[in-house]
């Protein structure tokens, strides 16, 4: 027998068990996003390489170790999307929604994203992304709405021990005189780095600092920061997105160390961390972009925004212990009691889901007294059983579960029955 085929390594399967927690979390942010203003668009899955490569930078991990890029048929290079935002500005380009009258498009998106990672708890090489975006102004007061975003999804899930930690990255102005600064500091440390980061010290020395190996963390320590070199505007930008912060009581600490892992990020970067999650414990991630559309072949477009995690989110509220909804179930199953009657409850069945009752019946050739079985295990509320004599009378017998009730109701009749048996 051929060896069975199994998925690839990296990638997951959302089981029953599971999808509904996930459920529960995209509804949740549904809301969240109507209540703050967001729009939701699809975006493709894959794009052209070159957008990922210009909006992302050349010189980040994800372009230049995590990409899985591929030819299509009509030699095209394509890329399977690594996240999303530099899709969402694209498609703002694209619709010429920097023409419209309403400042900033805000919009956001759910789906997978892909990464050629190495596989741990909590990083795969497909995962859901949520991504909120707000595009098209500079205010950093929609820095503010992005971070409170992010905060109030999280608080609405119940998720506890988050840790939110904001820095600035500056922007074309402030960050040549700062590079020049930081190669200074790393050149005679050079030789102890890993290789990615030698080879980054011309090219990108702030991508170094964003290293995850512990001995280039430890060396780098003493780098000075970027936001001790921030122009007037950065800085005056950053107070008041740390005003705002503060107004709308979100606590925060600022990391002058963080740099993310993408080049387009301007002045605002923030991530949240969720204590819970070990080594892999960022549950969202985002900042202000002003020069990603430019990067991209558009105009000058400002825009902020964030992505976080749908896998981490599911296990830090799994590890607090938050409430995940519940996974659905039906309300009633039909019993058949003799197979004859089989197609006459199938019938029965399309009434109860026209009436919007949950409702299903056994296919397997289980006996009655298995079906009533696993009936109450699942928590299935109420039976109808259709029994030879009662069906050529034109009624059914139904079976409140919870009570141990049971009553003899014409079959036309049913729906309306269970409908009221099942608000009560
Ligand atoms: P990390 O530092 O964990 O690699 P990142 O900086 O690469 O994260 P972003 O690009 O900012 O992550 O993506 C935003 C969020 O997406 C992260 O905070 C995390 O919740 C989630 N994420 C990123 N990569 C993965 C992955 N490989 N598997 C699962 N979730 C991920
Ligand atoms: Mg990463």
Not at 34 to 58: A, K
Not at 191 to 217: A, F, M, S
Not at 282 to 296: F, N, W
Not at 378 to 407: H, M, S, W
């Amino acid at each position: 027998m051929a060896e069975s085929i199994k998925a690839p390594r990296g990638v997951r399967d959302i089981l029953p068990d599971e999808s509904w927690k996930w459920a529960y979390v995209l509804t949740m942010a549904r809301k969240v996003a109507e209540d703050f203003g967001y729009q939701e668009v699809h975006l493709p899955i894959f794009e052209q390489t070159e957008l990922f490569c210009r909006g992302i930078g050349d010189t980040t991990d994800v372009v230049e170790k995590e990409m899985y890029t591929f030819e299509d048929r009509g030699n095209r290079s394509l890329t399977l999307r690594p996240e999303a935002t530099a899709s969402m500005v694209r498609a703002y380009l694209e619709h010429g929604m920097n023409k419209d009258a309403r400042q900033p498009a805000k919009l956001w998106c759910a789906g997978p994203m892909f990464r050629y990672e190495r596989p741990q708890k909590g990083r795969y090489r497909q995962f859901w992304q949520l991504d909120f975006e707000a595009i098209g102004v500079q205010d950093p007061l929609v820095d503010v709405e992005i971070i409170h975003l992010s905060l109030e999804l999280y608080r609405r899930l119940g998720m506890t021990n988050l840790e939110v930690v904001i820095n600035s990255v500056g922007c074309p102005a402030c960050r040549p005189k700062y590079r020049e600064a930081l190669q200074n500091f790393l050149e005679p440390l050079l030789p102890d780095l890993c290789e990615t980061c030698q080879g980054r010290y011309d090219r990108n020395p702030l991508r170094i600092l964003d290293c995850k190996r512990p001995e280039c963390k430890e060396k780098t320590e003493g780098a000075p920061s970027i936001f001790d070199s921030l122009c007037e505007e950065c800085r005056e930008h950053f107070d008041t997105v740390r005003q705002g912060l503060e107004t709308i009581g979100a606590r925060y600490t600022l990391d002058k160390r963080l740099v993310r892992g993408l080049d387009y990020y301007t002045k605002t970067a923030y991530e949240v961390l969720s204590g819970d999650l070990g080594a892999q414990n960022a549950v969202c991630g985002g900042g202000r972009y002003d020069h990603l559309a430019e990067a991209i072949g558009g105009p000058f477009v400002p825009g902020v925004g964030f992505a976080a995690g749908v896998e981490r989110i599911v296990l830090t509220m799994e590890q607090q212990g938050c409430s995940l909804g519940e996974p659905p179930r039906v309300d009633v199953t039909v019993i058949p009691l003799d197979p004859s009657l089989r197609v006459e409850a199938m019938g029965l069945l399309a009434s109860l889901r026209k009436a919007g009752i949950a409702a299903s019946m056994d296919y397997a050739g289980k006996t009655m007294k298995s079906q009533l079985k696993v009936a109450s295990q699942e928590g299935i509320r109420g039976v109808c059983i259709l029994g030879g004599d009662e069906a050529a009378q034109g009624v059914g017998g139904v079976k409140n579960l919870r009570t141990g009730e049971q009553e003899n109701v014409p079959l036309r009749e049913i729906p309306s029955y269970l409908a009221k048996m099942l608000r009560e």
